[in-house]
């Protein structure tokens, strides 16, 4: 099965997920694993109307979010406007 990937365009880590990773490499490897997941259309632990609200955004360019969890800190993942945002989830 072939997915249709979208442009993350230019990817800003922000806050506290860059403090995480400068103490853990392992966390870097799995926000880059969320990213690949995210650009598959893959919205991690989003409810089932939010990630069709997704979808839909993303047909319309419009902000696109998603939630990934970890023990090490939830993430969340946005794109908006040609850029996305790699963020703790507290700090939304």
Do not use: H
């Amino acid at each position: 099965m072939i997915i249709n990937r979208f442009k993350l365009g230019k990817i800003i880590p922000a806050g506290g997920v860059v403090e995480i990773i400068k103490e853990n490499k392992d966390y870097q490897e799995w926000i880059e694993y969320c990213l690949s997941r995210y650009a598959s259309r893959d919205w991690g632990s989003m409810e089932d109307r939010d990630k069709i609200r997704n979808d839909k955004a993303l047909m319309k360019r419009e902000r696109v979010i998603a939630r990934y969890s970890n023990p090490a800190g939830n993430i969340l993942i946005l794109t908006e406007g040609g850029a996305t945002t790699v963020l703790l989830q507290e700090e939304y």
